[in-house]
């Protein structure tokens, strides 16, 4: 159980203070942009997650949260979901504090005015590493099956397989002969 100060933070009155609780208690990395899409706050949960402060993260300096082979990606996705005014997801992985990269889907959602003119972008963060991980795990054991019955050498079906735990488990040193 985590507890959250109710207390106002300097230059919040009551309401404020009670709406960023509301904000930091939601159990997922929250995040408020323009609609340009430079943010605008974060919740407690990203900060905690990224280690990256409100300062830094602010505008387009959340990038630098993002793995530098998703980038790109992460970055053309958001700029068409921009230019579209529609929701939508982008999978990417985001370094926590300790430097470890975690697969995150991440889903924005545009609010509206009452002309129909973007105002801001909601995005949630949720972790999916245990799902990215479960479905490498599914294409390796095809592969594997595949290579049995195709009739493949034993030495190349184990290779395959070290590989998958290799792939699992990056901290694992193994010895190649």
Not at 12 to 22: D, F, G, L, T
Not at 85 to 90: A, C, R
Request: aromatic share 10%; charged share 30%.
């Amino acid at each position: 159980m985590s507890y959250i100060d109710l207390t106002p933070r300097l230059g919040m009155n009551i309401s404020e203070a009670k709406y960023r609780v509301q904000i930091d208690a939601i159990p997922t990395m929250a995040w408020c942009s323009s609609p340009d899409g430079s943010v605008e706050f974060f919740n407690q949960r990203w900060h905690d997650y990224t280690g990256v402060s409100f300062e830094k993260a602010r505008g387009w300096g959340w990038k630098t949260v993002i793995h530098p082979d998703d980038l790109e990606t992460v970055m053309d996705k958001w700029r068409a979901l921009l230019a579209s005014g529609q929701p939508g997801e982008i999978e990417a992985r985001l370094r926590r504090f300790d430097g470890e990269y975690r697969w995150f889907l991440a889903r924005a959602e545009p609010v509206r005015d009452n002309l129909g003119e973007i105002v801001n972008w909601y995005r949630a963060d949720t972790d999916i590493e245990d799902r990215k991980r479960a479905e490498a795990l599914l294409v390796a054991e095809k592969r594997t099956l595949e290579m049995i019955a195709g009739g493949a050498p034993l030495a190349d079906i184990l290779e395959s397989l070290c590989d998958t735990l290799d792939a699992q488990s990056p901290k694992i040193i193994r010895l190649r002969i």
